[in-house]
């Protein structure tokens, strides 16, 4: 009793904590802990829709499972990397990339990192709205809504906004409480779902290049892809693991935390979808158990906030890596702020929202090859070993130095190259080289292949450190 008060107290106090390396009696946090952070980020609706665009694309349920899991397998690999690289140093995502980028260099994939999380804060919320109000519709309240629509916006988001705020220890406590909650409700929620379908194993509408087609589609939306997708939030929580916890516990935790639930709530999407029914496995349950609404309900509103947490309290500290002077918190209520105003134009923009969320599906363009970049400068040429110190030295002192342009070039090389080789659901997203390979979708793959080799060759040319010319200050 006396342990669970003294773990609230530390719950509900305000992190102090912005970018600088977080003291050695502050990380306390456990990889079970860091599993129930990751594994409630992934429990979403967007991973059963996902899911079921093998069964839409033409693939077979099995051909479905075998490229969600294999994909998971190596993109949730790149995903426990980057954990280790912020439990080594105790340094956030985007300050780590400094040593890569250069001092102000750096502020390139910072600001992409702000403007993305942002909009998915907006986004995540608006985009199970419909689904909130369909379960209401099952429980008896036959005439929700814009005004339903937007009490429960605004309540999603001001949960969100709260935990966000109060920082990383409430995060956490915030996970550890609901996520088992959630698996619960999810293993219901799939044998309930099962009993009602007639799952499909074998049929395929897809042939030859079609097949080939449909599965580099699904191993961008939710195989390889969808691991990539989260190496930009990796080290911000992870820099708060116990020092001395192995490295190959923080890999292996982190990695099963995303694969689990997107592979399972994947094989769900696509096993209710090979049966031929377009229903939503939400509203496919709760309109058969009237009584289970409650609980879908529940796993709904969970998984926006379970993911927007963290959108918002990465978005606070890339905004600090772009050396904003500022307490986290004061930046965490300016993010929040526009994080609402966009909710707000989503709910009265249907159409516009829906081409935005469109358009974010494809951050993995930008996300790749910006991974490309820091995969090949911390193993191939720092030998997982960086100087902490240096990330806070000034410009003109640090050894990274101010722009590294080797990475800028190979970074934004590496996003044309995704860009003409993906498949996006925007026509501008949709490159010529995808278009003439029969909408052929690698765009993970050219995108972290093209910036890591350009990195490699340019960076004896054009990123050679130095020792500092004078003594470093932090800032």
């Known amino acids: ?8 107290a530390e719950a509900v106090q305000l992190d102090e904590h912005g ?114 109000l369909g379960i209401f519709k099952h429980m008896g309240y036959d005439h929700p809504g814009t005004g339903t629509k937007y009490a429960v916006g605004i309540g999603i988001m001001a949960v969100q906004v709260v935990i ?30 099962w009993t009602k379908v007639d799952v499909v194993w074998t049929h395929s509408t897809a042939h030859g290049a079609d097949k080939v087609t449909a599965i580099t589609q699904l191993l961008t939306a939710i195989g390889v892809g969808w691991g990539i997708t989260w190496l930009t939030w990796s080290s911000d929580y992870t820099r ?29 999407g696509a096993s209710i979808a090979s049966s031929g029914t377009d229903a939503d496995p939400a509203d496919l349950v709760s309109a058969a158990f009237g009584a289970a609404s409650v609980p879908i309900l529940f796993l709904v509103m969970h998984g926006p906030v379970a993911t927007n947490i963290l959108n918002l309290y990465s978005a606070t500290l890339a905004a600090l890596s772009l050396d904003v002077k500022a307490a986290r918190w ?83 090389a590496g996003v044309v190259a995704g860009w003409a080789w993906g498949y996006g659901l925007v026509g501008f997203l949709q490159g010529p080289i995808a278009k003439a390979t029969h909408n052929v979708d690698i765009s993970w793959l050219t995108g972290f292949g093209v910036a890591a080799i350009l990195y490699y060759l340019l960076r004896p040319l054009l990123g050679r450190e130095s020792q500092p010319t004078q003594a470093p200050t932090t800032v």
């Open 1 to 8: 009793m006396e342990q669970g008060a003294r773990e609230l």
């Open 19 to 132: 970018i600088a390396p977080i003291r050695a009696e502050d990380r306390t946090s456990t990889p079970w802990q860091q599993f129930w952070i990751w594994a409630g980020a992934n429990i979403a609706p967007i991973n059963w829709v996902l899911g079921a665009l093998g069964i839409v694309l033409g693939l077979s349920l099995v051909e479905t499972i075998v490229v969600l899991v294999v994909g998971n397998v190596v993109g949730c690999a790149f995903f426990g990397l980057f954990c280790v690289m912020g439990h080594r140093t105790g340094v956030n995502q985007m300050v780590l990339s400094r040593a890569a980028f250069g001092r102000r260099g750096a502020y390139l994939p910072a600001a992409a990192q702000l403007l993305m999380t942002m909009g998915w804060l907006g986004v995540n919320t608006w985009v199970v709205l419909d689904l909130v």
């Open 164 to 193: 966000a705020i109060v920082g990383f220890y409430l995060i956490q406590a915030f996970e550890k409480v609901t996520v088992p909650l959630a698996g619960l409700i999810v293993l219901a929620m799939s044998g309930l779902a």
């Open 240 to 268: 708060f693991i116990e020092p001395g916890t192995p490295d190959r516990k923080v890999f292996w935790t982190t990695w099963s935390a995303i694969l689990i639930p997107t592979v399972w709530l994947g094989f769900l």
């Open 330 to 412: 004061k930046v965490s209520v300016v993010v929040s702020i526009v994080g609402t105003g966009a909710l707000v134009w989503f709910i009265e923009s249907e159409s516009w929202a829906k081409r935005f969320d469109q358009w974010l599906a494809s951050v993995v363009l930008w996300i790749s090859a910006w991974a490309g970049v820091m995969f090949v400068d911390y193993i191939v040429f720092r030998r997982g070993k960086i100087d902490v110190d240096a990330l806070y030295a000034a410009p003109a002192s640090s050894i990274y130095g101010d722009v590294n342009w080797a990475a800028v070039i190979g970074m934004l």
